[in-house]
């Protein structure tokens, strides 16, 4: 079974990458969107906290301080941990 976060395409906007993750723009949506390396739905707390740390840092400079939250839930590939930096929204 193939699965396109383990391939790591880059084919949108990359910001970062490490050993542990690599942080892009999803390609769905066009937000910036960290994934974890290894194939498995839950990271170890320590290294969940960096994965969101790494992704805290770029959405800060490309949306804002404070002006998205980490959407950790996996819609689209269910079966490999990744978080997407969402924008709030402005309240009326």
Do not use: K
Request: net charge negative.
């Amino acid at each position: 079974m193939s699965c396109e976060l383990c391939e790591a395409a880059p084919l949108t906007r990359r910001y970062f990458e490490n050993e542990q993750c690599w942080i892009a723009d999803c390609e769905i949506c066009l937000v910036p969107m960290v994934v974890w390396r290894e194939h498995d739905v839950a990271p170890p707390e320590p290294v969940r906290a960096a994965l969101l740390g790494w992704l805290g840092a770029i959405a800060d400079d490309e949306l804002g301080r404070a002006a998205w939250y980490a959407d950790e839930h996996m819609r689209n590939i269910p079966d490999h941990y990744h978080a997407h930096a969402r924008r709030r929204r402005a309240l009326s």
